[in-house]
């Protein structure tokens, strides 16, 4: 049981260029979510998905799309990546039983340059 | 706007002492709240959680408080241990939604 596994786990991009993050969870979870670290801004969401085939924006959804074809996979994707989203991004997934109870992966470092 | 907020960005303890760690809250309409402990290069680990209904609540060497008239919320840890060492937040929930903290790094000095 890996829980949530995020790739790659680290990554340089030049600005404009495009990537899609991965996020895999094994624990048959209906809820996932997208989040990106920055210092002093605390975790902030940029999209989630409540199941499979349906996605919806968080707190700050700008620059970013993303798909939930199967329910265990979550990808995030930046389409033209801009240096303001270098930043650490997290997946996460819960239950729907007891949804605020998030389940983390690893983490991505993301630098856009 | 909302914010869940920590009193203290940095906490130093010496190995076997208990750690307490803060949290001040600001939506009266929270009924669920949650601490994490964050390593470095990890992602967020669940520790413990309360519900609104509850004041106090106990795990293995961590407890959390919660003062609904103050909006505070703290994390005790006893017997501190160097593995302790991490980034710790508190996230609150109000109804559809989950906010988290800035985080206050606790360091153990052996």
């Known amino acids: 049981n890996a829980g949530v596994t995020q790739t790659p786990k680290f990554r340089v991009l030049k600005t404009g260029q495009s990537m899609t993050l991965l996020c895999a969870q094994d624990m048959n979870h209906e809820y996932m979510y997208w989040y990106r670290q920055d210092p002093g801004m605390g975790l902030r969401l940029i999209h989630y998905?409540?199941?499979?085939?349906?996605?919806a924006k968080g707190e700050v959804p700008d620059g970013y799309n993303v798909s939930r074809l199967k329910k265990q996979n979550f990808l995030l994707g930046l389409e033209s990546a801009a240096p303001s989203q270098t930043s650490v991004y997290f997946c996460?997934?819960?239950?729907?039983?007891?949804?605020?109870?998030?389940?983390f992966g690893s983490g991505t470092q993301l630098s856009v340059l | 706007g909302e914010s869940v907020g920590l009193h203290l960005p940095t906490l130093s303890v010496q190995e076997g002492d208990n750690s307490i760690i803060n949290c001040a809250y600001s939506n009266s309409a929270s009924d669920y709240f949650i601490w994490y402990k964050q390593e470095s290069g990890k992602g967020p680990q669940f520790i413990i959680d309360i519900r609104s209904n509850m004041d106090k609540r106990q795990g293995q060497r961590v407890t959390v408080l919660l003062n609904k008239t103050v909006k505070h919320l703290s994390l005790q840890i006893a017997a501190t241990q160097p593995g302790d060492s991490a980034v710790y937040f508190c996230a609150e929930s109000p109804p559809g939604k989950l906010i988290f903290g800035q985080g206050t790094e606790l360091s153990v000095k052996p």
């Open positions: 996460a997934s819960s239950n729907h039983e007891d949804n605020e109870k998030l389940f």
């Open positions: 998905s409540v199941g499979e085939g349906t996605t």
